[in-house]
Structure formats: structure tokens, C-alpha cells
């Protein structure tokens, strides 16, 4: 009885994965796209000068979002500030590699911590991706 049970929780949880990964894929298909933000072009959001890359309203609400998985308030504080002087609003980066798993979406280069890093390897030896594993290492360690 056991076993059934937990081959139906199984089936349950993958099913929960797949939708998950359908609504993440749906979300993506437009992060590149000006037009999935009518091209909104808004004040310069970087450093000193409005230097700094140019990505949707959309991309740069994200990158300042997977700011929040850091795991140190410190970390945190540090991504944010590296968002703001990276990136400014302006028109769709179709290049910043955005990625959703597990209902976590994320942009650009995760800072990973050590344990994260060896999350990460762990994973990978496991069988998971390197871009699955890193996003949810990042997110849920």
C-alpha cells in the first residue's frame, strides 16, 4: 500500500514539474521580445551616466528578483546593487540567457555561493542539466 501511494505522490509531483515547466516555458518565449513590453523604454537604470546594458522592463524586474534567492542579506544587497549598475531599461536583450525552472525564472549569471557550487556538482553527477541544477541550487539551498 505504501509503495502505491508513493508511486501516485511520484506521479502527482512529475505531473506538478511538467506544468511548471510548460508555464515557465510560456513566460520565456516573450523575455527576449521588445514588443512583449510594447518596447517600454524607461529612465536609464545603471550607473553613473546611464551607462549599462539595456534589457525590458520585464528582464530587469527578474534580475532584480533572483536578487531575493541569495542566501546572505549581504549577497542580496550585492546583487541588487550589481542590477542597478549592470543593466538599465530600455529595449529586449534577446541575448541575457533567461531560464525558468521550478517555477524560479532567473537572467544572466547566477553568483553562486560554495555550498551552492557543490549543490550544483552534486546535481549534475545525478543526472540533473548544469542550467536546471544551477537555477534551483541558487534558489531552494
Known amino acids: 500500500m505504501n509503495k502505491i501511494v508513493a508511486?501516485?505522490?511520484g506521479?502527482?509531483?512529475?505531473?506538478?514539474l511538467c506544468a511548471s515547466s510548460a508555464r515557465a516555458d510560456g513566460d520565456l518565449r516573450d523575455l527576449?521580445?521588445?514588443s512583449a513590453d510594447g518596447?517600454?523604454?524607461g529612465p536609464a537604470s545603471a550607473g553613473a551616466g546611464g551607462d549599462g546594458q539595456d534589457v525590458s522592463r520585464r528582464q530587469y524586474r527578474i534580475l532584480l528578483h533572483q536578487c531575493s534567492y541569495a542566501n546572505t542579506v549581504a549577497a542580496r544587497t550585492r546583487?541588487?546593487?550589481?542590477?542597478r549598475q549592470t543593466y538599465r531599461i530600455g529595449a529586449a536583450d534577446p541575448s541575457l540567457d533567461c531560464r525558468a525552472y521550478?517555477?524560479?525564472?532567473?537572467?544572466g549569471r547566477l553568483m553562486l555561493s560554495t555550498s551552492?557550487?557543490?549543490c550544483v556538482r552534486d546535481s549534475v553527477a545525478n543526472g540533473l542539466t548544469y542550467r536546471r541544477s544551477e537555477v534551483e541550487c541558487y534558489a531552494f539551498m
Open 7 to 9: 508511486a501516485g505522490l
Open 11 to 16: 506521479v502527482v509531483v512529475m505531473l506538478g
Open 32 to 34: 527576449g521580445s521588445a
Open 39 to 41: 518596447d517600454n523604454r
Open 79 to 83: 546583487c541588487r546593487t550589481d542590477v
Open 102 to 107: 521550478s517555477g524560479v525564472t532567473v537572467c
Open 116 to 118: 551552492e557550487r557543490a
